[in-house]
DNA sequence: GAGCTTTGACCTGCC
DNA sequence: TGGCAGGTCAAAGCT
């Protein structure tokens, strides 16, 4: 809850969304303001996160210290505070010096970083990695510090970067450093093809949002690969529901992904379990993925004997994925009241014993017989406040 | 050509 | 029984 409180503060003070057209207009006069202002908010954002760390740390197996998602308001993503993912008021030279620190010393910590978190990283991260690409240098020099500062280790479930401000990126990827690393592991044409032409589509337009697309490329954001297979309007909650299920073709893991009426995932459901590890690389071979599912499911299975999570289990097995995997091991529970409404993200795993009742779907197909077996083990969710 | 997304239609369960 | 909603299929299009 500390952390739910740190970020009601910390959205106090950013722009108030109602100001946000204005601070567009005025974004010209106001690089100097921004600046201080993106310090300021990551200090207070820093400090709050330090402040919450240690409850976090307390209650590790319960809570979550951090927003995972790097969710705004629509009003939040045309505030004034468009540094680095635009570029269009700041070039490069000018942002680095601003930011004073240039990208190559990003990558530098965070490489140096990435090696010390596998290494110490008492707990298991769970991440929904971030393009480096697409943060600002001061988004990563924060996560890196918070990361050294607590042992937790987070889930973040990153808010497509086109609709985020740098301000909502440091301030959501200051507690969950990995993304950032993360996302440097994935192949170049999945950052491309998943976020970046959104970034840049978006930003040349000044578009805040794609409504009718899922802003949010599931395939790159917590390691596996998930195809989408349908989407559905639904009116409670009024947004759209996006249906993927995982590409591999042993594996029956699904997901749905609740979005509010602006393509903001509210509420991430998985459901059955991944057979298989992550992907490592996406230019890994289907074979070698085949073989590696096979493995994973022996990992699976013997270093997580009684519990049922899907994605988290599998990457908790995983010693070389580990940062990629979603694991969520130290979520903070909640009842799914305590996400609702304040564009918390839920995210439930839901597990068959073989006792649940199949949901509604066809007969037709073949993987009735396997997604018999989900269903409702485990609902567990998180929240944290609004960015 | 493979893989993915989109999208309308279909199926099922609930009220 | 009909309407509604959720979940899924599958064709079409895109990369």
């Known amino acids: 809850m500390a952390e739910h409180e740190s970020f009601d503060a910390l959205q106090v003070e950013k722009l108030k969304p109602n100001e946000q057209e204005q601070e567009e ?5 106001e690089d100097e303001d921004e600046d201080e202002e993106g310090k300021r908010l990551g200090e207070i954002h820093l400090g709050e996160l330090q402040n919450s760390a240690p409850e976090s740390r307390e209650t590790q197996l319960e809570t979550l210290a951090v927003p995972s998602t790097l969710e705004l308001s629509e009003n939040d993503q045309c505030a004034g505070f468009q540094v680095n993912s635009t570029s269009q008021s700041i070039d490069g030279a000018q942002l680095q010096e601003q930011l004073g620190v240039s990208h190559q010393e990003i990558l530098a910590i965070v490489t140096h970083q990435d090696s010390q978190m596998q290494t110490q990283s008492p707990v298991q991260l769970a991440v929904y990695p971030t393009p480096l690409s697409e943060l600002s240098p001061t988004s990563v020099t924060q996560s890196i510090q918070t990361q050294t500062q607590s042992p937790l280790q987070l889930t973040v479930y990153p808010t497509p970067l086109s609709e985020l401000s740098p301000t909502s990126v440091t301030q959501s990827i200051s507690s969950a450093p990995s993304p950032i690393l ?3 592991k994935l192949p ?5 093809t998943l976020c970046t032409p959104e970034v840049d589509k978006q930003n040349s337009s000044d578009h805040k949002f794609i409504s009718s697309v899922p802003l949010v490329k599931t395939s790159a954001s917590d390691g596996y690969n998930w195809r989408k297979y349908g989407q559905k309007q639904v009116k409670s909650p009024q947004g759209s529901r996006s249906y993927y299920r995982c590409t591999y073709s042993e594996c029956y893991a699904k997901k749905i992904e609740c979005c509010d009426h602006s393509g903001y995932v509210t509420e991430i459901v998985y459901k ?3 057979t298989h590890e992550p992907p490592q690389k996406s230019n890994c071979t289907k074979e070698s993925k085949l073989a590696l599912s096979a493995e994973c499911v022996r990992n699976s299975v013997t ?3 009684c519990r049922t999570f899907n994605d988290s289990e599998v990457s908790t097995s995983s010693k070389e994925r580990i940062q990629e995997t979603p694991s969520i091991p130290e979520r903070k529970r909640q009842s799914p009241s305590d996400s609702d409404g304040n564009g918390d993200v839920k995210i439930k795993e839901e597990h068959g014993d073989g006792d649940e009742p199949e949901p509604k779907r066809r007969v037709k197909k073949s993987n009735l017989e396997h ?17």
């Open 188 to 192: 170049p044409e999945k950052v491309n």
């Open 182 to 184: 993360l996302e440097q």
């Open 25 to 29: 207009d005025e974004e010209g006069d």
């Open 272 to 274: 059955s379990q991944h």
């Open 371 to 387: 997604a018999s077996t989900s269903h409702i083990v485990f609902v567990w969710g998180w929240g944290w406040g609004w960015v």
């Open 303 to 305: 270093e997580h004997p």
